[in-house]
C-alpha cells in the first residue's frame, strides 16, 4: 500500500468493498430470502457489479498494478453468470414440424388505467399478437375490459380475480387444453395458472406465473429520491418492502416448485417473476428447465421498462426434452410497463 498515492488507496479500499459485495451476491442464490432478507436485494445490481469489477480490473490494468487479480479473480468466480446478463450471439436451427412459438407478456390491464395517454394500446398489443402469432400465449395482468379479440385462439383458460380492479392470468392455446388449474399464493394477489396442452401426440403443461411485485415504477422515482440524504428513511422503506416481496416471492417459488414436481408432463413455465435471474427465486423455480434468453437469445433480453439498466424479469422455461431453437425480447415495443418475449421450442 506504500507504493499507492491516497487516491489509488481510497480507489483499492472502494475496490475491496466492492469484492466482497459481488461475493456476496455470488452466494445469495443459494440461500432463502427469509434468512438474510435485506442482503438478497444485493442480487438485483449484479449487473452493475459486473460491470464496475471489470472496470476496477480495467483501472489497475493500465497502471500494471497486480491488484488487478482481484477484480481479475472475481470475474472469473462469476463467469457462469454472464450469460445470464448478457447473450453475445444465438444459434440458428432449420425450421421443423415439430416447432411450436410461445410468447409471454405483462400488459399491465391492457391500459385500462390509462398509464399511458393513448387510446390505441389495446388495439397496438392485438396486432402485435396477431403478427407474432404465437400458438401458445401467456397473458399476465389481462383486462376484460379493452375487449381485444384473440378469436385465433380456440382454447383459452383465464382465471380473473380481485374485488375492485379485476386482473386476470390467461392461457391461449391453438392447441386443444384437456386440463386446467391455479395455484393460490397465500396473502397476495398474485398467482399461478396452468394448462395441460395436447400438441399432436405430445401432452404439456405450461404455467403462467406472477409472483409479488417489488413495486417500483418504471421510471424508478423512488430511487431517484432516495439518493438524497435527507429521504434516508424513505430509502429504509424501500429496502424493507423490497425484502418483504422476496420472502413472499420465496413461499411462491416453493408452491411452484412443489406443484410440478407432481406433473407427469413435460413443462414450460413463462411469466413475471418480479425478480432477477440471480436471484433465489429464479434458481428455484428454474431448476433443471432452459432459460430461453441463455439457450437461443441475444444481447441484454432486457424485458422490463427499468431506467438505469436492462432489467430482464419475465422468463420461458422449457423442459430438458424441449430445444429452445429462438428467443426474442421485443424491447422496441412499447405498450406497458414490461416487454413482450417469445421462444421457438420444439420436442426432442
Same mark, same amino acid.
Given at each position: ?27 445469495? &442464490? ?91 394500446? &389495446? ?56 386440463? =386446467?388449474?391455479?395455484? /393460490? ?6 398467482? /399461478? ?26 421510471? /424508478? ?7 438524497? /440524504? ?35 408432463? &413435460? ?80 420436442? =426432442?
Amino acid at each position: 500500500m506504500k507504493d499507492l498515492s491516497w487516491f489509488n488507496k481510497l480507489m483499492f479500499f472502494l475496490n475491496i468493498v466492492l469484492t466482497v459485495s459481488t461475493f456476496v451476491a455470488y452466494v445469495l &442464490p443459494f440461500l432463502a430470502p427469509k434468512l438474510f432478507p435485506l442482503l438478497s436485494v444485493l442480487t438485483l445490481f449484479m449487473p452493475l457489479f459486473f460491470i464496475l469489477n471489470g472496470l476496477f480490473f480495467l483501472y489497475w490494468g493500465l497502471q500494471f498494478k497486480k491488484r488487478m487479480i482481484l477484480s481479475g479473480l472475481v470475474l472469473l468466480m462469476g463467469i457462469t453468470f454472464i450469460n445470464k446478463f448478457y447473450k453475445f450471439s444465438a444459434k440458428e436451427y432449420p425450421e421443423n414440424e415439430k416447432d411450436f412459438t410461445v410468447m409471454s407478456y405483462n400488459v399491465r390491464l391492457l391500459n385500462v388505467f390509462r398509464w399511458l395517454d393513448r387510446d390505441n394500446v &389495446p388495439a397496438q398489443i392485438l396486432t402485435f399478437i396477431n403478427d407474432k402469432n404465437p400458438d401458445i400465449l401467456c397473458i399476465q395482468e389481462y383486462s376484460n375490459s379493452a375487449h381485444i379479440d384473440l378469436k385465433v385462439y380456440r382454447h383459452k383458460y383465464i382465471l380473473m380475480e380481485g374485488n375492485q380492479i379485476k386482473t386476470a392470468q390467461a392461457i391461449f392455446s391453438k392447441f386443444p387444453i384437456i386440463n =386446467e388449474g391455479n395455484i /393460490v399464493f397465500p396473502n397476495s394477489n398474485n398467482n /399461478v395458472v396452468f394448462a395441460d396442452i395436447k400438441k399432436g401426440k405430445d401432452i404439456i403443461r405450461v404455467y403462467n406465473i406472477h409472483l409479488q411485485s417489488i413495486k417500483i415504477s418504471p421510471d /424508478v422515482t423512488e430511487i431517484d429520491e432516495n439518493i438524497d /440524504v435527507i429521504n434516508e428513511s424513505k430509502s429504509l422503506q424501500l429496502l424493507h418492502r423490497i425484502s418483504k416481496a422476496f420472502k413472499q416471492q420465496q413461499q411462491q417459488a416453493e408452491l411452484i416448485k412443489e406443484h410440478k414436481k407432481a406433473c407427469p408432463y &413435460p413443462i414450460i413455465i413463462c411469466g413475471d417473476m418480479n425478480n432477477s435471474a440471480f436471484s433465489y427465486v429464479y434458481r428455484n423455480i428454474k431448476g433443471k428447465l432452459k432459460d430461453s434468453f441463455e439457450e437461443a437469445g441475444k444481447g441484454f433480453g432486457a424485458t422490463y421498462k427499468f431506467r438505469y439498466y436492462p432489467a430482464r424479469i419475465d422468463y420461458i422455461f422449457a423442459d430438458d426434452k424441449m430445444r429452445v431453437k429462438k428467443f426474442e425480447s421485443f424491447s422496441d415495443f412499447d405498450n406497458s410497463d414490461h416487454y413482450p418475449i417469445m421462444a421457438k421450442l420444439s420436442m =426432442e
